[in-house]
C-alpha cells in the first residue's frame, strides 16, 4: 500500500489563503521505506475552523460546541456521559432538548462524495445526505433548535462577535466587513470548518494496527486474519460488499464505506424519545419543543414518528443550493441510510443512526439472525436456540415493542408498508434461500473473529510500542474461544 493519498487536492481546494506548512503529527506513521510522512500543508482556515470547533460561546446554551457531539478521543463521535446515557445528543438553549440520531464520526468524512443518484444513492453529507459539502453541512448545527440553538445566522454573528480569541482569528483570514452580512459570515465559519475537518491530521490519520500490517510493520494474530478473511467471503460475512477493504478511487487507502445507502431493517431504538412521542423532556421533564411533525409516514402506520433516512423527515436546507433533492416521495428509498465508516469502530458505540446496538458482538449476531430469528414472516420455522441450532439469541431479543416484550413485526423501525424495501437477498443477512438453510452465516466463533478484526481498525497504533494501543473492553480476546477457530461454541 502507497501512501499516495496523504494530501489530496480536494483538501486544498477548499481555503487557499496563507497557507502554514506543520510537520504531520497524524499518525506518526511511516511509509514503506521506513522515512516520515509528507508534511501536510494546513491554511489558516483550518485553524479558524478549529477555534470555532470548540468554542461553546457560540452556542445558546453556551455549553455546546461541534467538539461537545463529536470528540476527539472518540473519533468525533458523540459522548454517550454527555449525553446521560441516551443514545442521541443533547442540546437547545437548555441542553435538554434530545436529538434524532446517533453523531456518526467525521473521521475520513472529508472523503465523501456529493450526493448522486446515478449509480444508485450515493454520497452527500449527514445519514441521509441532505447536505451537499462539508461546508453547507457546518452551518447547520448553529442554528438546529436541538442542538446549538441559535435563531439565525445573526445570533450566531453576535455572539462571535463576544469570543475574542475566536473573532481575532476569524478576522485575521475573512476580514471585518463580512461580519456586517450575517449569512455570508456562517458561509465563512462553515467554509473554516470544513478545511479544519478536511486539513487536520486528525481526520484523516491512516494509523491503525491494520494499515500498520498492510505496511508490513504490524502483525495481525490468527484470529484477526480469520476475522478479515470471513469479512472479506462472499458467503460468510461478505461486510466488504458495502464496508469495502480494498480502496475504491476516494483515496489510496480503503475507506471501510463505499458511501451508499442500504435499507438494513433495524430495530426501533426505544430509547429516543421522539420514537416514544414523549413531549417532555427525560432530563427535566421540560417541554419537548423540538419534536418534528413526522411526515409522509402511511396512514395505517403502526407509530407516529419514523427516522425513514432518505425519506425524511429531515430536508435540505434552504440555503444550500446544491444539495439533494427531496426524496419522500420516492417511497422505495424509504428507510435507507448511508453506510458508515467502519473505521475506529471500537470505540464509537452505540452502533447505526438510532444507536440501537451497544457492542459489537451484539451488531454481528443481529446481521446474521435478523431473518432467522425474528422475522416470523420470512421464516415460519425459526431455528431453536441452543447446540446444533441457532448459538445466538432467543426470538425476539432484538425486536421490542415499547414495552420491552418480543415485536414480532418484521422490522418494526419502517413502517410494514415499506417493509418490502428491506435488503433480505445479501449474505450476511441469512436469506432463507441461502444454501444451508436457516443456519446463520457466521458461527458464534467467527463472529469472535469479526469483531477481533474490526478492533484493528482503531487509529492511533504504534509499530514502536504495539502494547500501548487503545484496545477498548469489548475487544479483550474472548479467552475459552480463541483456541478453536472456525468450531462453534
Ligand atoms: C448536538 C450534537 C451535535 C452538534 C453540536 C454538532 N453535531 Fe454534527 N452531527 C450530529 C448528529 C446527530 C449528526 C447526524 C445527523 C443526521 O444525519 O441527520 C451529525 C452529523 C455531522 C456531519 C455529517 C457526517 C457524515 O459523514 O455525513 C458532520 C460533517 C458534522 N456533523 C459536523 C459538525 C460540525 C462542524 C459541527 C459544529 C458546527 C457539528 N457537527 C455540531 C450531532 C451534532
Ligand atoms: C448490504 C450492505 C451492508 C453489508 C453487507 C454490511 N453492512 Fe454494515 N452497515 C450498512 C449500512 C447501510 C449501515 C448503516 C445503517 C444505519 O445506520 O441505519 C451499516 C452499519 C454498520 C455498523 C454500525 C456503524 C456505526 O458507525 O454505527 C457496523 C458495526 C457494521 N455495519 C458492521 C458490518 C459488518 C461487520 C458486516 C459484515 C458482517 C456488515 N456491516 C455488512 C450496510 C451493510
Known sequence: ???????????????????????SCGG????????APPPVTQTTASAVGKAIFFDTSLSASGKQACGTCHVPTRAYTG???????????????????????????LVYASFTPPFSLTNGPTGGFFRDGRASSLATQAEQPFVTPFEMANQDAAEVVSRLLKSTATLQAFTAVYGEAVLDDPPAALEDMG????AYETEDPSFHPFSSKYDYWLQGQAQLTAQEQSGLDLFNNPVKGNCTACHPSQPQGYDSHALFTDFTYDNIGIPRNWQIPANTQDSV???????????????????????????????????????????????????????????????????????????????????????????????????????????????????????????GTPDLDEYNDLPADYDANVNVGEVPYTPPTFGGGQ??????????????F????????????????????????IASTSTTQGISR
Not at 506518526?28 to 522515512?35: A, F, L, N, V
Not at 443550493?321 to 469502530?345: E, H, W, Y
Not at 443456519?439 to 477481533?452: F, G, K, R, S
Not at 481498525?457 to 469489548?474: E, I, K, R
Open 79 to 105: 459522548d454517550p456521559t454527555t449525553d446521560h446515557g441516551l443514545p442521541v445528543p443533547l442540546g437547545g438553549p437548555n441542553m435538554d432538548q434530545t436529538g434524532f440520531r446517533n453523531a456518526p464520526s
Open 439 to 452: 443456519a446463520p452465516t457466521l458461527t458464534a466463533q467467527e463472529i469472535d473473529d469479526i469483531v477481533a
Open 28 to 35: 506518526g506513521s511511516s511509509d514503506e521505506t521506513g522515512t
Open 281 to 403: 423532556s427525560p432530563i427535566d421533564s421540560a417541554p419537548l419543543s423540538t419534536v418534528i411533525t413526522p411526515v409522509d409516514v402511511p396512514n395505517d402506520a403502526e407509530y407516529r414518528y419514523y427516522d425513514m433516512g432518505l425519506c425524511g423527515p429531515f430536508k435540505s436546507a434552504t440555503d444550500d443550493p446544491d444539495a439533494r433533492v427531496d426524496l419522500s416521495q420516492t417511497t422505495g428509498m424509504c428507510g435507507m441510510f448511508k453506510v458508515p465508516t467502519l473505521r475506529n469502530i471500537a470505540i464509537t458505540a452505540p452502533y447505526f443512526h438510532n444507536g440501537n446496538f451497544q457492542n459489537l458482538h451484539q451488531v454481528l449476531e443481529w446481521y446474521v439472525t435478523r431473518d432467522i430469528n425474528n422475522n416470523t414472516a420470512n421464516n415460519p420455522n425459526p431455528v431453536a436456540a441452543g447446540p446444533g441450532g441457532n448459538p445466538y439469541m432467543a426470538i425476539g431479543t432484538f425486536y421490542l415493542s415499547a414495552t
Open 1 to 23: 500500500m502507497h501512501r499516495v493519498g496523504w494530501f489530496n487536492e480536494r483538501r486544498s481546494a477548499l481555503a487557499a489563503l496563507s497557507v502554514l506548512v506543520l510537520a
Open 191 to 194: 467554509l473554516a470548518l470544513a
Open 454 to 477: 474490526l478492533c484493528t481498525l482503531t487509529d492511533g497504533f504504534d509499530p514502536t510500542s504495539p502494547s500501548a494501543y487503545n484496545v477498548p473492553a469489548q475487544c479483550a480476546p
